[in-house]
């Protein structure tokens, strides 16, 4: 046995989380690629465009799903949780009216890749995030 040490680092990635969907009119399978930050999930919520959050449950690595019958004339929004540093992020963007199972949809941000230490909010986007000078 050898002995390893390592150390987690965030991950920098370019583009928007990814969503591939799966399921049918009644469960909505979500594989989540790209995912910036620590790189790992342990909480998603989806909602259509201005409804309630349905919580999502992990089905095996970082596809999460859902037994609930979901509008498809509306987009929907994921909000995920990472697991390493628990930042939470809204993809409000990713999929949009009138998606379909078997697709994978981009949304516009990530999880930050850096850790600097400062007291941002909870919620962060990586494309607006920025440090108000006092």
């Known amino acids: 046995m050898v002995p ?8 920098e990635r370019s583009g928007g989380v990814q969503f591939c ?9 979500v594989h989540v690629n790209n995912v910036g930050g620590g790189g790992d999930i342990v909480e998603i919520a989806v909602r259509e465009k201005g409804g309630v959050w349905i919580q999502m449950t992990q089905n095996w690595g970082i ?3 859902a037994f609930f019958q979901l509008d498809r004339s509306v987009g929907l929004e994921f909000r995920l949780t990472g697991g390493t540093d628990r930042k939470t992020i809204i993809v409000g963007d990713a999929v949009p009216a ?4 078997g697709l994978c949809y981009q949304g516009s941000n990530n999880f930050c890749g850096s850790e600097s230490g400062d007291d ?7 494309r ?7």
Do not use: H, S
């Not at 390893?4 to 991950?11: A, D, G, H, I, N």
């Not at 009138?98 to 199972?101: I, K, R, S």
């Open 21 to 29: 969907l799966m399921g049918n009119p009644y469960w909505l399978l």
């Open 128 to 134: 607006t995030l920025i440090k108000e000078d006092d």
């Open 4 to 11: 390893v040490q390592f150390r987690r680092v965030p991950c």
């Open 98 to 101: 009138w998606w379909t199972t």
């Open 120 to 126: 941002y909010d909870n919620i962060m986007d990586c």
């Open 63 to 65: 596809t999460f799903q």
